[in-house]
């Protein structure tokens, strides 16, 4: 059983930073791509960013030049570097991976159960 677990989460005032952590535990072959989306209350989940096994990175425009994605691979984790915040960052942020159980089965997506991002003004 894949399960991704966050971390990092929590409250900033505006202009401060977070980092988020997330790391796959559990059995399966191969991780293909990692990233973060974020949902507000009474909003839908929108992609932040994502990166490939290749380490192609592609961020929402809202983010780029604050945020940064990036992966180690050796710990099945992803990272998410949030500077300059807004309060329009706040949210829930959920990890996700597209993840392949089995070397026979097709490519799956997991999520983590989601950490709070609140940025204070």
């Known amino acids: 059983q894949v399960q991704l677990v966050e971390s990092g989460g929590g409250l900033v005032q505006a202009g401060g930073s977070l980092r988020l952590s997330c790391a796959a535990s559990?059995?399966?072959?191969?991780?293909?791509?990692m990233g973060w989306y974020r949902q507000a209350p009474g909003k839908q989940r929108d992609l932040v960013a994502r990166?490939?096994?290749?380490?192609?990175?592609t961020y929402q425009d809202s983010v780029k030049g604050r945020f940064t994605i990036s992966r180690d691979n050796a710990k099945n984790a992803v990272y998410l570097e949030m500077n300059s915040l807004k309060p329009e960052d706040t949210a829930a942020y959920y990890c996700?991976?597209?993840?392949?159980?089995?070397?026979?089965?097709?490519?799956?997506?997991?999520w983590g159960q989601g950490t709070p991002v609140t940025v204070s003004s």
């Open positions: 996700y991976g597209e993840i392949q159980p089995t070397r026979w089965q097709r490519t799956l997506v997991y």
């Open positions: 990166i490939t096994s290749r380490e192609y990175t």
């Open positions: 559990g059995s399966f072959f191969r991780i293909h791509v």
